[in-house]
């Protein structure tokens, strides 16, 4: 059975990425992101992932315009695990920015990480368009993410699987109330994703306010903190998330 990616191709796409970032000679800046998110419970995109507590590390290299980020995420109780790897690309100082993701939640099932057959792989495959407007006093951002690849599949009338590009639209609005920075945030399903979002047409998934500020504990350190009320009108939940974040 042919493989949907084999592994050499995969890998050997990230290597070049990498390669071609850094033989880049004129850039301004480098820059690693070390980090960790502990949080009361995971939710995404308005869907609740289970497991409860979780702690989520970020390992992030950017140069220039380009960018590389490993982001997870392992509940407690270690019955949840996901890693996602995205690349991204920003056209310009004031252009959109181009994604392309590979998310893997599938944790210790019986999905293997290594595995990217095309009906057996629990790999979902991701694209990505967002823009922010240029303007300061209404820096609305609006992005949109498209299942192209990997697991995301639907029964068609003949009863195969094919791929159902679930795809997801999402606007966000950050503002600052004294001493917190503020985010709305308002995404929505365009059409039947069962399989991810459960939804059967056009949903309103996720409606949310995040809060973040910092504890000063001394003059050279403060502890991140943000919490996040989530609303999903599509399944008629909601929650309350709290978090702090780790970084050097």
Known sequence: MKTFF???IVLGSLVAAVVCALSIT????????VQGDVVSSYVWRGMYQGGGAAFQPTLGFGIGNFSVTAWGSTNFGGGNKELDLTLAYKLGEAGPTLTVADLWWEGEGAYKYFNFKSHETG???EAGLSYTLPVEKFP???AWYTMFAGKDKKLNDSGELKQNYSSYLELN???SVKNVDLNVTCGAVPYKAESIYTNSGFA????ALKGMTEIK????FSLP???QAIWNPCVEDAFLVFGVTLRP
């Open 123 to 125: 790999h979902h495959f």
């Open 26 to 33: 004129e850039v301004k800046a480098q820059e690693f992101t």
């Open 173 to 175: 609005y950050p503002f």
């Open 6 to 8: 084999s592994k050499k």
């Open 225 to 227: 903190i943000f919490a």
């Open 217 to 220: 504990i001394n003059d050279k």
């Open 204 to 207: 309103v998934t996720n409606i």
């Open 140 to 142: 609305l951002s609006v």
